[in-house]
């Protein structure tokens, strides 16, 4: 087989898939393994900019730099290919805790005219987005015949118990944002391919309600800190003082076998 050289660009997404791999905690910005990446990424701008851009905005993500992700993604989208650039500005808003901003770029995305939807429904939903992706798939299907020999019916159970409860989307990213702020504090982000996994919870004597996970590979310590500093946020920043009715929210160990994110 005849090898194809790697651009630098595909180093640079290399590395950082790598970096992601060995560790799930935000990056030092200054630190050689991110300046060696940064200096690769400075090289690549003469020939792609846009990628150039976007992988820089990645690095920012994984440091938790809020305002380098967003300055750099604001200058790849300005530049062609601004669908493509637009996932990977989704991506990596949410490697760095930023569910309500990924929001707004995820509801873009899921429109089935844009063709990411296949990619993007079940990322969405761990997002937040249940309803949003349980409204567009009766069209999403008729786009991509392929959706059809999906199983959504876990989809449908939590859209159907949120629509019940009188939960909104909006009422399940206002406490995965206050997640991310306390992610941002901790410096990690979550572990695997999705930031949760909505589920359908029926205790036997009190009503159902869903609850909502964010996984992450730190100590029993840490985690117990996490959580009383997400019920010090909810009592203070949400209305009334708690979770919205019908649903309940924490952060967990995250399950060895799961899949990781990727830049």
């Known amino acids: 087989m005849i090898k194809i050289p790697k651009t630098v660009a595909d180093e640079c997404r290399d590395a950082l898939n790598a970096l992601l791999a060995e560790s799930d905690r935000f990056r030092d910005w200054n630190a050689g393994e991110i300046q060696s990446i940064v200096q690769a990424v400075e090289r690549l701008k003469k020939a792609d900019a846009r990628e150039a851009y976007i992988r820089l905005g990645c690095i920012a993500s994984i440091c938790g730099d809020v305002d380098g992700l967003l300055e750099s993604y604001g200058k790849a989208l300005l530049l062609q290919d601004a669908q493509d650039t637009k996932y990977e500005f989704w991506v990596s808003l949410a490697n760095a805790g930023l569910y309500r901003k990924a929001q707004e770029v995820g509801s873009w995305l899921l429109d089935p005219r ?95 309600y869903l609850y909502f996970t964010i996984p992450l590979t730190v100590s029993v310590d840490e985690l117990h800190a996490m959580n009383r500093e997400l019920a010090k946020h909810v009592v203070e920043r949400l209305p009334e003082g708690a979770f919205p009715q019908g649903m309940v929210a924490a952060f967990a160990k995250a399950e060895p076998l799961a899949l990781r994110a990727a830049a």
């Open 114 to 208: 844009r063709g990411f939807f296949p990619k993007t429904w079940q990322l969405a939903s761990s997002r937040g987005q249940v309803l949003e992706v349980w409204g567009r798939l009766s069209d999403a299907m008729k786009t991509y015949p392929e959706l059809s020999e999906v199983d959504f019916s876990a989809l449908k159970g939590v859209a159907l118990l949120m629509e019940a409860r009188g939960l909104t989307d909006q009422d399940v990213i206002s406490v995965l944002d206050l997640m991310g702020e306390i992610q941002r504090a901790h410096r990690i982000m979550f572990y695997g391919e999705f930031v949760s996994i909505p589920k359908e919870m029926r205790p036997p004597d009190d009503p159902p």
